[in-house]
Nanobody
Framework: QVQLVESGGDSVQAGASLRLTCEFSGRSFISYSMGWFRRAPGQAREFVAGVNYNSGTILLGDAVKGRFSISRDNNKKMAHLQMNSLKTDDTATYYC?????????????????WGEGTLGTVSD
């Protein structure tokens, strides 16, 4: 059974940075593509970033291109979301997701496992 635990959410001011971490427990982390999604208050969950098993394919949502990056450490079984130049619109609960696929992840309906989420709040 796979479990995902997010950490790193915090309350920061606009322009600051946050680094989120997703810890994967279970077998065969390298078999999974990893993704980050977020849900802002009153809005649907949206794709933020995805990375395939060997970091050869990295995808970013339009709202975060140029500011966010995703990475993974297959030895430590972790995925990270580096968020720079944060805006108030980035305030959301951020969810880590895993998909048993080598291709990559962009759609939440494709994901096999989810974490509970970590809250990032950005204020003016």
């Amino acid at each position: 059974q796979v479990q995902l635990v997010e950490s790193g959410g915090d309350s920061v001011q606009a322009g600051a940075s946050l680094r989120l971490t997703c810890e994967f427990s279970g077998r065969s982390f390298i078999s999974y593509s990893m993704g980050w999604f977020r849900r802002a208050p009153g809005q649907a969950r949206e794709f933020v970033a995805g990375v395939n098993y060997n970091s050869g394919t990295i995808l970013l949502g339009d709202a975060v291109k140029g500011r966010f990056s995703i990475s993974r450490d297959n030895n430590k079984k972790m995925a990270h979301l580096q968020m720079n130049s944060l805006k108030t619109d980035d305030t959301a609960t951020y969810y880590c997701a895993a998909l048993l696929s080598a291709v990559g992840v962009t759609a939440e309906e494709d994901c096999d496992y989810w974490g509970e989420g970590t809250l990032g709040t950005v204020s003016d």
